[in-house]
């Protein structure tokens, strides 16, 4: 590791780049009257995926970055569910029917919160109007502290083949820091659930660069948690925004690590993965040799979304819930973010689209090399450019970000073929930030951090 390197790259915040253009350039230019059209021109043959956000907790986690409202009682997470299953059928009347589904995700928020009959006749709705097959993924991000066993019989029942467990970590002193008490036994419990319920493909989510987090801790989840013996890992840096997330402001600054540290503890994870035999899958995502992941990254056909690294590659993706964002062929289109306020849009019969994004050629173009760089730590830029009937030297000529990249040593540049070098691997978003068109707004506004 090139501390010099980590210094000047590794410092600066950048988006993740799990969509290009990336979120600070939506705007309200992007409603209703948009959304509306372009959901009537999907092809009805495509499949598409669709994204349900339950923006619901029991607790808040400091830490969190999300958008999610904490709540006691059940009856506001009812009464969001009855305008979620409106919005669903005013969305699918808009569009072709049926339309072919290849992967469903539940985000949130906690999407367990919710009771097992609700999620049960959540999933016969979504069947109702969209055409579902043996081979349709549903993916769901659990809270093990939560998730009750007559909601793992749910899951299994309602056809979810892959569950996302929050583990972050299991110090007990940094659970503290963060407002976060998980046992180790709830999370084994969590899986031997899910599984006995037919749920076999099984995530855990950690994060490193939280409060009193060491090396060492870093290490001891890891190892604790590749016992349970889950598929796959995520493994994300915590970003501390607290002018942003107020709750963040219950975190003491003073025990968060800095860049170096930050790395180490990143890095201290990966070698633990890979020594037991995950296989590292791009920036951030780790997976044994027969997940899908790997498989998809081995045939050149790992894709980039919202959910990070997925073999989705349906080029529509369509959100529904408060703050959910979809990908439509022309654009991005996000809703409403606060539950009440996207309550009040769907009673009145409008969608709740607020904002979003047109794309133009140019943001396709550069949209595919980030993908690339992202997923394959390398992009063949003339070839990509060909693709989409545009000149490389587009991105490749007075490219100062890209030279100064070169000029220090961490990508590699022959015939406009973009290598990442092994050792460098982890700036790999200062790599896709030198293709972004607007990355000058993006690092004074976006607020994602390592």
């Known amino acids: 590791m090139d501390p010099e390197i980590l210094r000047k790259y590794g410092e600066v915040r950048l988006p993740r780049y799990t969509s290009y ?38 607790s808040m986690c400091w830490y969190c970055g999300c958008h999610t409202t904490i709540s006691q009682q059940d009856q506001p997470i009812s009464d969001y569910l009855h305008f979620l299953k409106s919005e669903i059928d005013m969305v699918a009347g808009r569009a072709p029917k049926p339309l072919p589904i290849g992967e469903v995700h539940f985000g949130g928020g906690t999407p367990t919160i919710i009771q097992p009959e609700e999620f049960l006749a959540l999933m016969a709705q979504l069947r109702r109007w969209f055409d579902f097959t043996d081979e349709t993924n549903i993916a769901v991000e659990i ?32 659970q503290k820091a963060i407002n976060r008490i998980q046992t180790e036994q709830q999370t084994l419990q969590a899986v031997r659930d899910l599984q006995k319920s037919g749920v076999r493909r099984i995530n855990f989510d950690l994060i490193y660069g939280l409060p009193h987090q060491t090396e060492r801790s870093c290490i001891e989840t890891t190892k604790a948690a590749i016992a349970m013996k889950p598929d796959r890992f995520s493994v994300f840096g915590y970003a501390h925004i607290p002018s942003f997330k107020k709750h963040q402001r219950m975190i003491d600054e003073t025990a968060l690590a800095d860049t170096a540290g930050r790395n180490a503890q990143a890095e201290a994870i990966s070698e633990t993965l890979v020594s037991a035999g995950y296989r590292q899958i791009g920036l951030d995502h780790f997976a044994l040799k027969t997940d899908d992941l790997v498989i998809a990254q081995e045939a050149g056909r790992l894709r980039r979304n919202f959910q990070g690294y997925t073999t989705d ?26 539950p009440g306020r996207f309550a009040q849009y769907i009673r009145s019969g409008d969608l709740a689209t607020v904002k979003g994004y047109r794309f133009t050629g140019d943001d396709k173009f550069r949209a595919q090399v980030i993908e690339r760089l992202m997923c394959d730590f390398s992009a063949d830029i003339p070839s990509i450019a060909a693709a989409h009937s545009f000149d490389p030297a587009v991105l490749l000529e007075g490219n100062s970000r890209l030279k100064l990249l070169e000029d220090d040593g961490v990508v590699e540049i022959n015939n406009g073929y973009v ?17 972004d068109a607007y990355i000058e707004e993006s690092t004074r506004t976006h607020s994602q951090a390592a």
């Open 21 to 58: 253009p990336t979120a600070p350039r939506f705007s309200p230019a992007i409603g209703k009257g948009t959304y509306g059209d372009w959901l009537r021109n999907i092809p009805a043959s495509d499949p598409v995926s669709l994204y349900l956000h339950i923006p619901f907790c029991r």
């Open 143 to 174: 809270d093990p502290r939560r998730l009750t066993n007559d909601m793992a019989v749910a899951l299994g029942t309602g056809g979810v083949t892959r569950a996302s467990l929050g583990v972050q970590t299991f110090d007990p002193v940094v």
């Open 313 to 338: 590659n349906c080029e529509t993706m369509i959100g529904f819930g408060a703050s959910a964002i979809g990908r439509m062929v022309d654009g991005y289109v996000q809703n409403e973010v606060a």
């Open 419 to 435: 290598l990442v070098k092994n050792g460098h691997r982890f700036v790999i978003r200062a790599v896709a930030a030198a293709f």
